[in-house]
T-cell receptor, first 117, second 114 residues
Framework: GAVVSQHPSRVICKSGTSVKIECRSLDFQATTMFWYRQFPKKSLMLMAT?????????EQGVEKDKFLINHASLTLSTLTVTSAHPEDSSFYIC?????????????FGPGTRLTVL | AQKVTQAQTEISVVEKEDVTLDCVYETRDTTYYLFWYKQPPSGELVFLIR??????QNEISGRYSWNFQKSTSSFNFTITASQVVDSAVYFCALSGNRDDKIIFGKGTRLHILP
């Protein structure tokens, strides 16, 4: 099946710094990618929908200036957590949709665990 | 509004027992998709099944089976002869036909005891 990678898999940073997480579709082009956030022992919450070449669509309650999303190519979307704070510590998962297929076809990355000290 | 409810927060069973994970959904879409994912301790989501709303046939894959009942808006998942390796968090999820968003339930943490 289709493969989606994320980098880094794990990152620890100091409070106040910015962290960039990459999501890549390895063997297909993804016009749409999604970013989810998962707190410990909680469900996945959709943060935003990333469309190649246009601005991301953020879910209600997600700060767009805090979580910058860039989808500059058909195989790469990046999520930058700006001025990170300990409450931003979470598991971030991306997914990518294969264009032309049914809306149900999404492939998930392995996730990035962010710890902000 | 779309919603997925997994009422069972945590379940523990002894190995080799059968276990059913419940999932109830709400949607106004006429066409929609239902999913089950497994999330082991490593965190990576493992896709288990996708079912569209027009296909109510139950499905069996090895020890796994799914019961889709539109009349009760349920999509339950049964593991037969459970094994310790089945221990994980299982998420039921829903996607409508208006957008590509996948809405996840809160998950059921399954413990299979040796």
């Amino acid at each position: 099946g289709a493969v989606v990678s994320q980098h880094p898999s794990r990152v620890i940073c100091k409070s106040g710094t910015s962290v960039k997480i990459e999501c890549r579709s390895l063997d297909f082009q993804a016009t749409t990618m999604f970013w989810y956030r998962q707190f410990p022992k909680k469900s996945l919450m959709l943060m935003a929908t990333s469309n190649e070449g246009s601005k991301a669509t953020y879910e209600q309650g997600v700060e767009k200036d805090k979580f910058l999303i860039n989808h500059a190519s058909l195989t790469l979307s990046t999520l930058t957590v700006t001025s990170a704070h300990p409450e931003d510590s979470s598991f971030y998962i991306c997914s990518a949709r294969i264009p032309g297929l049914a809306a149900d076809t999404q492939y998930f990355g392995p996730g990035t665990r962010l710890t902000v000290l | 509004a779309q919603k997925v409810t997994q009422a069972q927060t945590e379940i523990s069973v002894v190995e080799k027992e059968d276990v059913t994970l419940d999932c109830v959904y709400e949607t106004r879409d006429t066409t929609y998709y239902l999913f089950w994912y497994k999330q082991p301790p490593s965190g990576e989501l493992v896709f288990l099944i996708r079912r569209n709303s027009f296909d109510e046939q139950n499905e069996i894959s090895g020890r796994y089976s799914w019961n889709f009942q539109k009349s009760t808006s349920s999509f339950n998942f049964t593991i037969t002869a459970s094994q310790v390796v089945d221990s994980a968090v299982y998420f039921c999820a829903l996607s409508g036909n208006r957008d590509d968003k996948i809405i996840f339930g809160k998950g059921t943490r399954l413990h299979i005891l040796p």
